[in-house]
């Protein structure tokens, strides 16, 4: 049997979002093991634009545009999808460990008892077949587990799981027509779009995260302007949440987010399990705290024992001017 | 009213645990707690037992024997009945097994409302609830942060969606998962905790009841876990010296770009 490959690609202000671009490079190589087709699929309203991005990395970009799609919903955006993977026939459908993807792919799942593997962060081959790495216990275990060879896969991933490989070969773009069933028994009532954050939490490269050390809500001014500096966001631990200085969206660990961006810095955050088990796959730890003896310190890879408050001032201006030079 | 409850009883996150020599199993240290998130779904069923009166709240799990205690933590809080549904015959990791037992068990039992978690804390899967929705043919809202009863056979739910907050109103028979912040889970009470002690709970075979929505035995999963291991390990932190604060962040911009090269 074939084992092509079709990814959910997830938008964001109409463009898609780096962890499927993750997720389109990841099933490149699976798709190569297999020797099948690499396709994505896009639902959604004025999603055409962001199919053209999609493309160079796909061999299929399957397009739903409709109107009645602009606002997600797990109903209406099933339908969709079931009729897609009915139709193209994939083996293993791959999507993101987001919002959307925790709501949406158990749905489908039954629908064809698929092998569902949800929150994974990696992949590799076992002789002829693929098996999907996933952390247990907030990641004190990491766990192997093998697809049944019949069953069709469905598997979500972290964001910031894989790298974006570079652009390819353009593929071919095909629009399908949408039969959209939506569940009778959920009526919209509102929907008030959040702050527009720069980038996703999950999904950002780097995060700068405060703790109880940071004293009140307005030091985190300066949390801020260093996030903006590098491009990333300012996550916060459960005390802060809280405390009500940030809000519980920002909130890193096991009760709030599991991130893993390339570089976390931790400033004034003692390093309690329930934290560390949100961040503990970052590539790189840094964590700058007055004591010495905070247990932080044995998860991080670079750190600073000093007081906050004089060093946050200096780091920033240093970074600054390292970006500056880049 | 019925309101079911499905709750899991997890280990507790400074539970040791060890994985087997030939990395098939784990054994973990017999420290285990309700699932975070389940207790806010407990807690929300008893808000709208409080509300409406006629409601009756069965709490229900697929797990074995040691699950008793946390379902007694359930009943103490303020669950009317509790059920386990038992595991040790059909142990299994499949989250599409375990949505057909429970979806089975709501058939059988008759419900207007299933609340659970938004997801588990040792496996952070976040499958199950909607795969027993799927199952029963009901809507699900998944991370409620809010719940109101509206009449006759409605509620008003608001959750969290990419982008933003959404309130839906949804018919009931339905299931919703519970987000941090729908309430205040409450602390038991004494009196709670000796009511919890002297109730019976049911337990059931699975291979006892019908099960409608498809095979349950461990031949028919499509899921294997090959093997477990650690995750690899960090090297020993370097602390960057100097003599002053601006010393020291120039010297870890320099390693951050230089050595780690994430800059
Ligand atoms: C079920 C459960 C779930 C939980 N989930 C989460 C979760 O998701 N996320 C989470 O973060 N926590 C969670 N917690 C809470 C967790 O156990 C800790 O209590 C919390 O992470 C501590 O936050 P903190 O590090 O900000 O504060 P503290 O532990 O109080 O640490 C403050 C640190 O700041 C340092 N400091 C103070 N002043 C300065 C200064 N001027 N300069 C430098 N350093 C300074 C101190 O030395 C100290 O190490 C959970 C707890 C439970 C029971």
């Given amino acids: 049997m074939s084992k092509d490959v079709l990814v959910f690609i997830e938008c964001k202000d109409s463009m898609p979002r780096k962890a499927s671009l993750e997720l389109l490079s990841a099933g490149r190589q699976i798709a190569a093991k297999f020797s099948s087709g690499l396709s994505a699929v896009l639902i959604g309203s004025g999603v055409k634009r962001a199919a053209d991005v999609v493309n160079a990395y796909s061999d299929k970009t399957i397009v739903v545009d409709d109107e009645a799609l602009t606002d997600y919903g797990w109903d209406t955006t099933s339908s969709v999808l079931q009729d897609i993977v009915k139709k193209y026939g994939p083996m293993i459908v791959l999507g993101t460990s987001s919002m959307t993807g925790k709501d949406l792919f ?21 002789g002829d077949g693929l098996k999907i790495k996933k952390p247990l216990y907030g990641g004190k275990v990491i766990s192997w587990i093998a697809p049944g060879t019949d069953a069709m896969l469905m598997a979500t991933f972290r964001p910031n799981s894989f790298a974006v490989s570079e652009p390819g070969q353009k593929g071919e773009i095909i629009e399908e027509q949408a039969n959209i069933r939506k569940n009778p028994g959920i009526k919209v009532i509102s929907f008030k779009k959040g702050e527009s954050k720069k980038v996703d939490l999950q999904e950002a490269d780097f995060i700068i995260c405060g703790g109880r050390g940071m004293k009140a809500a307005e030091h985190f001014s300066l949390l801020e302007d260093i996030g903006d500096i590098m491009g990333g966001r300012v996550g916060a631990s459960r005390t802060v949440v809280d405390s009500k200085w940030r809000d519980y969206d920002d909130q890193i660990g096991k009760s709030g987010k599991t991130v893993s961006p390339k570089l976390y810095i931790g400033c004034g955050i003692s390093g309690a399990l329930h934290h560390i088990m949100g961040m503990d796959t970052s590539k790189v730890i840094v964590a700058i705290n007055k004591d010495p003896n905070a247990p932080i310190f044995q998860y991080a890879d670079y750190g600073i024992v000093d007081d906050l408050f004089t060093v946050l001032p200096a780091l920033k201006d240093e970074l600054k001017e390292s970006r500056e030079e880049s | 009213m019925n309101v079911l409850v499905f709750v899991k009883q997890v280990a507790d996150t400074e539970a040791r645990i060890i994985i087997s020599s030939d990395q098939k199993s784990l054994e973990i240290e017999n420290k285990y707690v309700v699932n975070f998130f389940d207790e806010f779904a407990v807690e929300e069923a008893i808000r709208v037992k409080e509300a409406l009166k006629d409601v009756e709240i069965t709490v ?204």
């Fill in chain 2, 60 to 263: 229900c799990t697929f797990a074995p024997a040691r699950a008793t205690e946390a379902l007694r933590t359930t009943i103490a809080m303020g669950a009317d009945k509790a059920v386990r549904i038992d595991s040790s015959k059909f142990e299994t990791d499949d989250p599409l097994i375990i949505a057909r037992i429970l979806a089975a068990y709501a058939k059988r039992e008759g419900f207007d409302l299933i609340l659970c978690g938004r997801q588990a804390m040792d496996d952070e899967s976040a499958n199950v609830g909607a795969m027993v929705a799927e199952f029963l043919n009901i809507p699900h809202v998944s991370q409620i942060s809010r719940l109101s009863m509206l009449d006759p056979g409605r509620a008003e739910v608001e959750n969290e969606i990419e982008g933003g907050k959404k309130v839906s109103e949804v018919a009931l028979p339905a299931l919703f998962t519970a987000q941090k912040g729908l309430n205040e889970p409450r602390v038991p009470l004494i009196t709670g905790v000796m009511k919890a002690m002297k109730t019976e709970i049911t337990v059931l075979d699975p291979a006892s009841f019908e099960t409608p929505f498809g095979a349950i035995d461990n031949g028919s999963s499509n899921i294997r876990v090959l093997s477990y291991e650690l995750p690899a390990k960090r090297p020993s932190v370097r602390i960057i010296e100097g003599q002053t604060p601006r010393d020291k962040a120039k010297s870890l911009v320099k390693l951050l770009g230089d050595e780690a090269k994430v800059l």
């Fill in chain 1, 106 to 126: 158990p749905r489908l799942a039954v629908r064809f008892e698929a092998a569902m593997i949800s929150d994974a962060v990696g992949f590799d081959f076992e």
